[in-house]
């Protein structure tokens, strides 16, 4: 009761002995203690870590929409067919262009360099910069999807521009459909790795750059010899989330294309749900799922450990 | 002379630089603009279609032809309950997990936080069609309150974190000198703590607000009664099913529909910046 000295900033912040001794009370104490957690904690096991056991075991049978009592375990069948599957070959490789375009090369070098760029412009600009390019990303996700539809088509807006420029146009969606989505993705995304890569440049100190402008290195040089290895732990953590977040895209393709036209545009999350709605194959749409879930786990583990040497 | 030449050849230099940089990032904001652009004038031109122009009279008649019950009214009043339930019992149960995790020291905090940092970065859309399987299966299928689960979960794991590390920021002291005049945990946490990281909390309430609203694979996935749609699967539904599109009116649904996000967006921008680049983890 003698510590009342509110003006002094607090000595070392040390636990009072009440809460200090873990032994005193013993594990009623700690039980006592995990109880606020039960709530979150029923909530992940139910509607998180439940769907994804469920998920594990539906994989592995022949699991339909109609007739649903009488599916049976069936082995990796699910998968076999998979990757004997074109629909599913191209879905994967759709995928794999999907990532490779939107995120690994449009959402993290434009952010980088929108970042790059916002470090050296003006004050008003870069406002601008920003209200703009995070508007994209803050809008749900089906009304960016039809403003990119919009954008994209043939009587859009990109024919419009091409038309003045007397460059020829084209009907986007069906000619190249999947850079028309990746393209949307970009447009979406780059928010993200703009705030990532504009905090990480903020952190690097000003004499370092200076000092090496001193020394004659020009930007580029700048850039590759001292930027980008000093944020180079962002780059690691940006391009996981990116590639993660661009896995599981449903609602701008679907809204966009339907994975369309024909099955142009269709990455495994809309694969997957046309093997299990449209097609009734609830357990191979699963094992699909089940691949997907994989993957972003992978790429989960990476980034934990991205993050914990830098924690 | 000398000094004067070398103060002034770096400054011209750096203000080419800057123009140069601002003309770059014109171009790329006018590229990013575009479709906005698109929404907003569309909204309020008579005779829109797919193209970016600016309208011959500006006209309301557009929203006021959205304005109905079946297309507006009823699909954000069910945005507005499956988000604020899902909102409501995220932050509640965020709040509640975050205090032992911030404040007792135990061997099961180190685990418990990688695996909620894990669980932040999976791909939820994976797993929308075991969960629907496991919903018809438990009767949760088609009911909101199914749906309000399943948003809270997907929302938590990011949320335990953020709240945790809003929390970390709050000093202990505080809640000492109330434990020793007899509060319980419970009530600290509701009476001290919660109230000194009230930003902190606003931050989680908004961005656990601001995801569920503009999300589309749950409801479309968890709902099956037009009734109850959300105003992001309706509009699919409503403009993408029909066979000629009223393009001024599906603008101006879009503009009524996102407001509020971006406006919540804006009330706290500055701080989820702050919390990104600490907790890093999901958007989406």
């Known amino acids: 009761m003698s510590v009342t000295t509110k003006a002094a900033p607090p000595p070392l912040r040390r636990p009072a002995p009440k809460v200090a001794s873990p032994h005193r009370g013993g594990l009623l104490r700690s039980a006592g203690r995990a109880l606020p957690l039960t709530p979150a904690v029923v909530l992940l096991l139910l509607f998180l870590a439940g769907p994804i056991v469920y998920c594990a075991y539906i994989a592995f049978t022949d699991l339909q929409l109609t007739g649903q009592a009488h599916s049976s375990f069936v082995g990796f069948d699910n998968f076999r067919e998979a990757f004997r599957d074109d629909a599913f070959l191209n879905a994967v490789w759709l995928t794999l262009v999907f990532t490779v375009l939107s995120s690994l090369v449009g959402q993290n070098t434009l952010g980088l360099a929108l970042a790059a760029l916002m470090q050296r412009a003006s004050k008003p600009v870069r406002t601008l910069v920003g209200a703009v390019v995070i508007t994209a990303w803050v809008l749900p996700e089906v009304v960016a999807g039809f403003l990119l539809y919009a954008f994209f088509r043939r009587e859009g807006t990109l024919n419009a521009i091409l038309d003045w420029l007397h460059l020829p146009s084209q009907n986007w969606m069906f000619t190249l459909p999947i850079l028309a989505v990746s393209f949307a993705n970009v447009w979406r995304g780059t928010a993200f790795s703009m705030l990532v890569y504009s905090a990480a440049l903020n952190e690097i100190p000003k004499e370092i750059t200076e000092a090496a402008e001193v020394d004659g290195a020009g930007g580029w040089r700048r850039m590759w010899h001292i930027t980008l290895p000093m944020i180079r732990r962002s780059i690691g953590t940006n391009l996981m989330l990116n590639t993660l977040q661009t896995l599981s895209v449903f609602g701008l393709i679907w809204v966009m294309t339907r994975g369309g036209p024909g099955d142009r545009s269709q990455t495994l999350p809309l694969f997957m749900y046309e093997q299990a709605f449209q097609n009734s194959m609830i357990g191979y749409g699963t094992a699909v799922a089940l691949l997907l879930l994989v993957v972003g786990s992978l790429f989960s583990l990476v980034y934990m450990r991205l993050l914990r040497t830098e924690v | ?284």
């Open chain 2, 1 to 284: 002379m000398a000094v004067l030449t070398r103060s002034v050849r770096p400054r011209s230099r750096r203000s080419a630089r800057r123009l140069a940089a601002d003309a770059g990032l014109l171009v790329v904001t006018a590229a990013f603009a575009l479709p906005l652009a698109w929404v907003v004038l569309s909204s309020l031109d008579a005779h829109a279609d797919l193209r970016v122009k600016v309208p011959d009279g500006v006209t309301l008649s557009n929203f006021d032809a959205v304005m109905t019950s079946d297309i507006t009214f009823t699909p954000l009043l069910n945005s507005l309950i499956l988000c604020g339930g899902g909102t409501l019992l995220t932050v509640v149960c965020a709040a509640l997990a975050a205090y032992p995790l911030s404040r007792f020291r135990s061997r099961l905090n180190r685990p418990f936080l990688l695996t909620v940092l894990f669980a932040t970065s999976l791909p939820i859309t994976a797993i929308m069609v075991p969960v629907y399987a496991l919903f018809v299966q438990v009767n949760l299928i088609d009911t909101m309150q199914g749906t309000i689960f399943f948003f809270a979960a997907s929302q938590l794991p990011f949320a335990i974190w953020l709240m945790k590390n809003f929390m970390d920021g709050v000093p202990k002291e505080l809640e000492e000198a109330a434990w020793t005049d007899g509060a319980s945990s419970l009530q600290s946490l509701i009476r001290i703590v919660l109230p000194l990281m009230g930003p902190g909390v606003a931050v989680v309430t908004v961005f656990s607000f601001v995801m569920m609203w503009g999300n589309f694979f749950v409801p479309f996935m968890l709902l099956l009664t037009p009734d109850q749609m959300p105003a992001s699967v309706s509009i699919n539904e409503f403009f993408g099913n029909r066979g000629t599109v009223v393009y001024g009116q599906l603008a101006a649904f879009s503009v009524i529909y996102s407001t509020p996000v971006i406006l919540l967006y804006v009330l706290v921008a500055r701080r989820l910046g702050g919390g990104f680049a600490l907790g890093g983890a999901v958007k989406g």
